[in-house]
C-alpha cells in the first residue's frame, strides 16, 4: 500500500468507526502506532522491531522505532538502531533520521542521576 493509498484509506473512514479514530476523524495512538512502523519499514525497507518512545506533540506525533539493520548469527551480534520519526496529526510520515545503532546485546551505560 502507497503512502497516497494510505491517506486515501484514512480519509475514507468515517470518525469512531474503530476503537483507533480518535472524534473529528483523526487517527488515534494505536493506529499512528502502527501506521508509523509500516510507513518507516516501506521508506527504508527494514523492519521495526519496537516503538520505544511515542508522544504526541503540537505538530503531530514524534516517535522513536527500534529497526533490525543487520541480521547476524547468534542474534546477539545482529545490529539494530533506533529511529526518530515524526508524523502529522494525521498519521503521514514527515521526517525520520537515525539517532543510534548499536548490537542487540549490548546495554546502554548508566546515566547519571541528580548531578549536573
Known amino acids: 500500500m502507497t503512502n497516497t493509498q494510505r491517506t486515501q484509506a484514512s480519509s475514507e473512514r468515517e470518525p469512531g468507526d474503530d476503537k483507533t479514530t ?13 501506521e508509523a512502523r509500516a ?9 521495526a522491531e519496537t516503538v520505544s518512545s511515542f508522544e504526541r506533540t503540537e505538530d503531530g506525533w514524534e516517535l522513536e522505532i527500534e529497526v533490525l539493520e543487520v541480521a547476524r548469527v547468534p542474534d ?6 533506533s529511529y526518530q520519526v515524526s508524523l502529522d496529526p ?7 533520521r537515525r539517532i543510534r545503532r548499536y548490537e ?13
Open 104 to 116: 542487540r546485546g549490548r546495554s546502554e551505560p548508566a546515566r547519571k542521576q541528580g548531578g549536573p
Open 90 to 96: 494525521h498519521g503521514v510520515l514527515t521526517g525520520y
Open 22 to 34: 480518535e472524534a473529528g476523524g483523526a487517527p488515534g495512538p494505536m493506529e499512528v502506532l502502527s
Open 76 to 81: 546477539t551480534m545482529s545490529l539494530l538502531a
Open 39 to 47: 510507513q518507516l519499514a516501506e521508506l527504508t525497507g527494514m523492519a
